[in-house]
Every structure is written in structure tokens, then in C-alpha cells.
């Protein structure tokens, strides 16, 4: 019974996930296994987020993440940061 | 378990109980279901299928591809190089049916769309209370004469993977080196906008290290590209000599092409070639038009906010058939624009209203095995199509070490790797 309302409580996080959220699981994998050296979001502290997507914005990157964390307010990026740190595996 | 309630009753009203909970995220929680049909099977229609399922467990959810294995498009052109496996491009479905989505073989032969239902080849039907298009491209077989069907055993397009892009590599390899190859690159809009040039690279690669007499004109109906100062910085690092870009405007939209004699033609000259790939016109998938969904252009105009159709109420259309405006015709697309599409139809099913969504596009390709390029967009809905997020997007550095691009080639595999596994994994 537990696990049958984990996954209605997950299932309805997916579906609420606050604008541009989903988009990010293209690149950084929700499954631990994935062989790639981007970072997976889902239940990294909120603030560990927050930090790097205002260093992006503001900073030199030599990645696309430079391009994108310009695309998002503040409130946005906490929203979407607050979103992963509920997201488990 | 007994006292007279089935098990299926008791499950769904512990996971109401369970969502009302104060751990649970506040939410849609109490889902509509609903019967939602997805056709086609990759990047967008996987993506959508699946994400539908996770969204909203007590959604039925069919998946129509005819296909028994996805081959996809994205690093294939390593493929045609002889740089990897056909096998790492292949993946199948079965792990969708795992989730709970439904799969169908049988090809969808028509819709109807005041009943709400979809009739396949095999004569059966599913209705639907809202149904997904990602049908993918189709090639305009009339848009260029001489490139038919049977033009395409001879000068392939391998503008969808597979044989055609088997085809392809056996030509190159089985080439004499001096060799000259042409390619034909359409005007926009099509599938995968810097694929081109990023098939030009690596075939540039390939006649490098193993046919060095040898010769590639890229004709091109287009003046510009995506990517373009990267490319064309690369090119010249790297191929000087054996890689030629022809734009539109130096003569290079070719106007036909004779399989037989083995030339490709523009205005201005023809090109005798030991090998032709014609990346031809393209379309939205086949099933756009019996459903009514594509407009002149061949292509699907959708609303920016569900994806759903602005000729037919009630089909929402993803990936490369939709006409997304800033957004291009990549597989990272399709994967966003699919999981915004799966919880607007939630919400839609649920009688609430669909969020404004934000969307990311990002987009390696590979020079040399080694050396990558990139290009990244964010994407908001405004004045009814989807736009560029002003001050953000754009391509990777120009002056860049080759550690930036070493990097960049590592992130193109690590996101293949990524996706796919979200997709079919």
C-alpha cells in the first residue's frame, strides 16, 4: 500500500513539475547507472542548485549551461531546484 | 483484502488517501484517467507515452508503432564515418510496456476525429479522449526531380536511420580513394538543422584518414546554417583542401538529380559523383495528413502552450511534424516538448488548465570524433508560438582550447547515453 501511494505522490510531482523542470532530465539523468559526466539533480540539495545556475548566469562557462541558466529568473531557477530536491529516485 | 471491495478499488482509493497525505507534493493528485492514444514510437511519441503513464497511472495509455526497433538519428552520422555500431542507435519499446502503456504493431490507417478514434491496418479500432501525433518526418518524394523512391537505393538520403544509413557507409567504404562525394542539403525547415554539416564533417574524417585523394562538396540550398561559424572554423582547422561548401548563393541549391548517370545538378554546373547523399525536401510524418493536422507547408501548426493542433481540437502534435516556432527539429526537442505535452493533457483530462511552459533545446555535433560543437536555446510561449528566451541561448565559444571541444564531444555521448535511457531504458 506504501508503495502504491509513493508512486501517486511521485506521479503527481511529475505532472506539477514548475516550467522548464522536465526539460533538464535530457541531459542529466535521473538513473544513477547513466555513464555520463553531467550531474543528476534529482534529490541534490536545493541550495547546491540554486548556487551553480547563479554561477552559470553570471559566470564564464565553457558549457551550454552558461547559455541556458541565462533563460531563467531567480524565482524560476529556486522553483525548478526546489522541485529536483523532491524528487527521488 | 476482502470484505467485499476489489482489490483494484482498494488500491485506488489508498492512493487518494495517500496523496492527500501531507508528505505528497499538493497536486493534481486525483487525476481524471482518461484514454489518451500516441502515435508513433520515437523520441517524441516514447518520450510522451511514458511520461503519460508516470503522470497519471490511472490513464490508459496506447502506443502505435509499427516498427519492432527504433533506430535513432542522433550520432549516426559517427555511424555512416564507420565511428560506431549500428547497434548502439537501436532500441526497441518493451520497457514502455513495462510501464503499463499498451503497444500496438499494427500501422494506424486513419482517424476519425468526430468520433475520437483511431483505425489501424488490421481493421481494429481505439478511441481516444485526446490523441498524441509524433509521426516523425516523411521524405517530399515530389519536391526534387529525379529523387523518387528508387533514387534512394542508388543516392541515399539517411535522413532516417536504418538501411539507408547502412547504405551510405558501404558506399563510402567501397569508394575509390579520389573519390568525389557530393551532398545535397535541403532549404529550411527540416529534421535536425546542423545534421548536415555535421554529416559533412565526419565524412570529411573519414576521407582524411582512410581516402585522402578524395574529394566532398556539400551543395546547399541555403546561405546560412546552424552552427555555422563553428563549422566553418573547424572545417578549415581541419579539412582544408578536402571539404567544399557550396551555399545558395555561389550556385550550390541543386535543382535535380539523375540516379543513372550518378550527377547531381544545380543552376549553375553538374556534379558527377562516386557517392551522392540527397538530404531531400521533407514533410510531417504521413498520418499528419490523414488527420488533417498539417497545414501547406506539409508541417503541423500547434498551439505553444499544449502542443495541441490548430486545425484539429483534441490531437496534440510533438517533435519534428510540429511546427514549434524557435524551437528546431531535434531529438532533445521532441524529448522536452513530449514531457510538457504528457502533463498538459493531464492537466487538459483533469479539466484544469495547462501550465506556460519553459523549454530547453541543446544540440551536440560532432567535427571529429574529438571535437565538439553546441548550441543550447530556452523557449517560453508569446504572441501564440513558441520564441526565444531573450539573452539566453547560443552556440559554444568560437575561440575555444581543444579541451572545450574534447569536452563537448565527451557531452554528446554522455547525452545520448542519457536520453535514450529516459526514452527506452
Known sequence: MLTSSAVTCMAAGLADAPPGATSCSGCHPAKKWVDTQVPRLNGRPAADIIAAMQAFKTGQSGTVMGLIAKGFSSEEIKAIADWYTSQKD | MTHGISRRALLASTAAAGCSAALCVPALGQGAGGRVVVIGGGFAGATCARFLKRMDPRLIVTLVEASPVFVACPLSNSVIAGLRDIA??????????????????????????????????????????????????????????????????????????GEQTLLLRRQLESMEDGGTVVISAPANPFRCPPGPYERASL????????????????????????????????????????LEWVPLSAGGKVTSV????????????????????????????????????????????????????????????????????????????????????????????????????????????????????????????????????????????????????????????????????????
Open chain 2, 203 to 242: 565524412i570529411a574524417y573519414y576521407l582524411k584518414t582512410k581516402k585522402p585523394k578524395s574529394k566532398l562538396i556539400v551543395l546547399d540550398a541555403k546561405d546560412a546554417f546552424s552552427k555555422q561559424r563553428l563549422f566553418q572554423k573547424a572545417w578549415k582547422e581541419l579539412y582544408p583542401g578536402i
Open chain 2, 258 to 425: 539523375d540516379p543513372a548517370g550518378m550527377t547531381v545538378v544545380t543552376d549553375f554546373a553538374t556534379h558527377k559523383a562516386s557517392v551522392a547523399n540527397v538530404i531531400p525536401p521533407q514533410k510531417a510524418g504521413r498520418i499528419a495528413e490523414a488527420a488533417g493536422i498539417a497545414d501547406r507547408t506539409g508541417w503541423c501548426p500547434v498551439d505553444p502552450v499544449t502542443f495541441e493542433s490548430k486545425q484539429q481540437p483534441g490531437i496534440h502534435v510533438i517533435g519534428d511534424a510540429a511546427i514549434m516556432g524557435a524551437m528546431p527539429k531535434s531529438a532533445f526537442s521532441a524529448n522536452a516538448q513530449a514531457k510538457v505535452c504528457a502533463a498538459a493533457v493531464v492537466r487538459l483530462l483533469a479539466g484544469k488548465k495547462p501550465d506556460q511552459p519553459k523549454l530547453i533545446n541543446t544540440c551536440y555535433s560532432l567535427v571529429a570524433p574529438d571535437y565538439g560543437i553546441s548550441i543550447a536555446g530556452v523557449y517560453h510561449a508569446a504572441d501564440g508560438q513558441l520564441r526565444d528566451v531573450e539573452g539566453a541561448g547560443g552556440i559554444s565559444p568560437i575561440d575555444a582550447p581543444s579541451s572545450t571541444r574534447a569536452q563537448d564531444a565527451s557531452l554528446a555521448n554522455g547525452w545520448f547515453k542519457t536520453i535514450t535511457e529516459e526514452v527506452f531504458g
Open chain 2, 88 to 161: 548502439a542507435q537501436q532500441f526497441t519499446l518493451d520497457k514502455l510496456a513495462d510501464d503499463g502503456v499498451a503497444l500496438t504493431r499494427a500501422p494506424a490507417s486513419g482517424i476519425n476525429t468526430q468520433t475520437r478514434a483511431v483505425t489501424l491496418t488490421n481493421n481494429s479500432r481505439i478511441s481516444y479522449d485526446r490523441l498524441v501525433l509524433a509521426p516523425g518526418i516523411d521524405i517530399r518524394w515530389d519536391a526534387l526531380p529525379g529523387y523518387n523512391e528508387a533514387a534512394a537505393d542508388r543516392m541515399p538520403h539517411a535522413w532516417k536511420a
